[in-house]
């Protein structure tokens, strides 16, 4: 039970940083068994995105605004990310770090990526 409750609350916490198709990549086999721990080879698209000026803005703005800017930017690109079939894998400050074709495999992945890059 103790190791159970241990993997549960490492889940958890690890949900806070990677995204859910990651962790159920991971923990789980497309049969829903528990697997051990793998790697795939695929080929993948990512794209890196920010904002130009951002230093700029940070610098004229009160922090209250600037959190409010960077949540509803983050919030939204995130959004354009996965509406065209992209996960995001890191938010670095203004930054969004995303990938195409994995964890899970996605049909003409360099070409949605571009639409999204646009």
């Known amino acids: 039970q103790r190791a159970y409750n241990d993997m549960c609350l490492t889940i958890e916490v690890l949900a806070k940083f990677v995204p859910t198709a990651v962790i159920r ?16 080879r ?9 904002i130009r000026g951002f230093t700029s803005i940070s610098e004229a703005i009160e922090p209250s605004d600037l959190l409010y800017f960077l949540t509803k930017y983050l919030t939204i ?4 990310v996965e509406s065209y079939g992209g996960v995001v894998g890191e938010i670095l400050g203004d930054g969004i770090l995303a990938f195409w074709n994995t964890p899970d495999l996605v049909d003409d992945h360099q070409a949605k990526a571009c639409a999204c890059a646009i």
Request: proline share 0%.
């Open 77 to 80: 690109m995130t959004h354009v």
């Open 25 to 40: 990549d991971i923990v789980v086999d497309k049969n829903g068994k528990a697997r051990r721990l793998h790697v795939d």
């Open 42 to 50: 695929k080929n993948v698209t990512s794209m890196f995105s920010d």
